[in-house]
Nanobody, 124 residues
C-alpha cells in the first residue's frame, strides 16, 4: 500500500485546513483502517483520528474532538481530515497511515503502512 498525503500549509489560529490521503497499490485491500498521526518538534508521534473502511466508524484523540473530522471515499481510495478551529498547538507534521487490522488503535506501532508527512503550521 502506498499512501500520498497532501493539503498541509500555513493558517492562522481559528482557521481551517483539509488534508487528503490517497491510497494505492495492489495490496490496498489490506488497508482496513486508516488514520492520521502528527508529530511536533521534540515530541513523540501522536494519534489524531482514524476510520474503518467497513462500517465507517471513527475514532478521535480528545485534543481534536469537535474540531477535526475524518472521512473516507472508498471509490477514490481517499481519506480526508477536515481540520477546523485550528490552534497553534496543532502545529506539526501530519502523517497518513494504514493498518491491516480494522480495529482502531492509538499506537503508531499498530500501523503497517505510512505516507510521507505534510506540514501544518498554525500561527497565533
Amino acid at each position: 500500500v502506498q499512501l500520498q498525503a497532501s493539503g498541509g500549509g500555513l493558517v492562522q489560529a481559528g482557521g481551517s485546513l483539509r488534508l487528503s490521503c490517497a491510497a494505492s497499490g495492489r495490496t490496498f485491500n489490506n488497508a482496513n483502517n486508516m488514520g492520521w498521526f502528527r508529530q511536533a518538534p521534540g515530541k513523540e508521534r501522536e494519534f489524531v483520528a482514524s476510520i474503518r473502511w467497513f462500517g465507517g466508524s471513527t475514532s478521535y484523540a480528545n485534543s481534536v474532538k469537535g474540531r477535526f473530522t475524518i472521512s473516507g471515499d472508498s471509490a477514490k481510495n481517499t481519506v480526508v481530515l477536515q481540520m477546523s478551529s485550528l490552534k497553534p498547538e496543532d502545529t506539526a507534521v501530519y502523517y497518513c497511515a494504514a493498518r491491516r487490522n480494522g480495529a482502531h488503535s492509538y499506537s503508531p506501532l499498530a500501523y503497517d503502512y505510512w505516507g510521507q508527512g505534510t506540514q501544518v503550521t498554525v500561527s497565533s
